[in-house]
């Protein structure tokens, strides 16, 4: 794996370990699962039913697949007060990670950007969860007229300052001015338990022309699927819906929205060969472009829309 990729998972593993240290206040220590206090059942939050395999648990949280539909969830999950107090004594690790590996996210940005103008027309764009407005500064670049949404204050501080129009409460809470062009969510749709809610509440915020455009875990991931529990797409409690190339077509199916692309980003092709050496799949050396036993190479994953993460535009259905 070449030094960038290597040092990006060595501080994307100090997130990680910050993440699960604040797991800690609710496991019971006699189970090493989440007190019964913080918890709730559900149904699949793509298709509604209520039948599905239990996978394996992880950090004291468990992962299940829809026996109907595939998706994969985390139930029982986090109530609604438990995971707000748990995001307000979160720490602004993530935008300390994206402010130091610039050309690493600039390069997903861009390529979702390239998506978002292909797909709509430019002019003004949302950032839900803007951190502390990297992508707002991109977007800025190439004349797009930003707006974010930051719950966290420090980061939200960080993105005002920076000039864009930045909120700081939920966007239930914001009667906006006027609609947009673009709504994005950078590694964000995962964490909201309502899926549906939310983007039917964010195609009421767009234009007639206007694009919704997230990047997401993909559950279908050759890494996700070869590592399973290893994979740190699965954090047992921040990650509460991992979609796939079906079930994220499922859902805007439901909220009438209409998928105008969808494509794969980051292979992991380093990972799952240390993984496959029996080394540790993130911190061992392999490179993260070579073919994985000559079976598969980074063009060919992408393509079958096996990466690690998924880009998906998507508009409203004509
Ligand atoms: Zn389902």
Redesign the pocket.
């Known amino acids: 794996m070449n030094q960038t990729v290597k040092e990006l998972h060595k501080e994307r593993m100090k997130l990680w370990n910050a993440s699960i240290a604040n797991h800690a206040k609710y496991i019971d220590t006699t189970n090493g699962l989440f007190k019964d206090e913080f918890i709730e059942y559900r149904p ?1 939050p ?4 209520n039948d599905y395999l239990t996978l394996f648990s992880k950090e004291g949280g468990f992962y299940v697949k ?1 026996f ?4 994969i969830y985390i139930n029982p999950v986090f109530t609604d007060e438990a995971l707000n107090d748990y995001y307000e004594n979160n720490h602004p690790v993530q935008a300390q990670i994206v402010e130091s590996s610039d050309s690493f996210y600039d390069n997903l940005y861009n390529k979702g950007l390239d998506s978002i103008e292909i797909a709509g027309s430019k002019g003004t764009i949302l950032d839900v969860g803007c951190s502390s407005g990297v992508f707002l500064d991109l977007a800025k670049n190439r004349n797009w007229q930003t707006s974010g949404i930051e719950l966290n204050v420090q980061e939200f501080n960080m993105a005002r300052q920076k000039g864009h129009k930045v909120y700081n409460t939920l966007m239930e809470n914001i009667n906006f001015d006027s609609k947009f062009d673009a709504i994005t969510l950078w590694d964000v749709f995962e964490h909201i338990k309502g899926g549906e809610f939310y983007l039917n509440m964010m195609k009421n915020l767009l234009t007639p022309s206007g694009v919704i455009f997230l990047q997401i875990p993909n559950s279908d991931a050759l890494a996700a699927r070869i590592l399973k529990e290893k994979c740190n797409m699965f954090d047992g409690l921040e990650h509460v819906n991992l979609y796939g190339v079906n079930t994220i077509r499922q859902l805007a199916e439901r909220c009438r929205l209409k998928v105008q692309d969808i494509q794969t980003v980051i292979p992991e092709i380093g990972v799952i060969n240390n993984y496959l050496d029996y080394d540790d799949p993130y911190l061992g050396n392999a490179d993260n472009k070579t073919d994985i036993y000559n079976l598969i190479d980074e063009t060919m994953l992408n393509d079958q829309l096996l990466g690690y993460k998924l880009q998906v535009t998507l508009g409203e259905a004509k």
Not at 46 to 49: A, M, S
């Open positions: 699949c793509v298709c509604n039913t829809c109907k539909c595939s998706m």
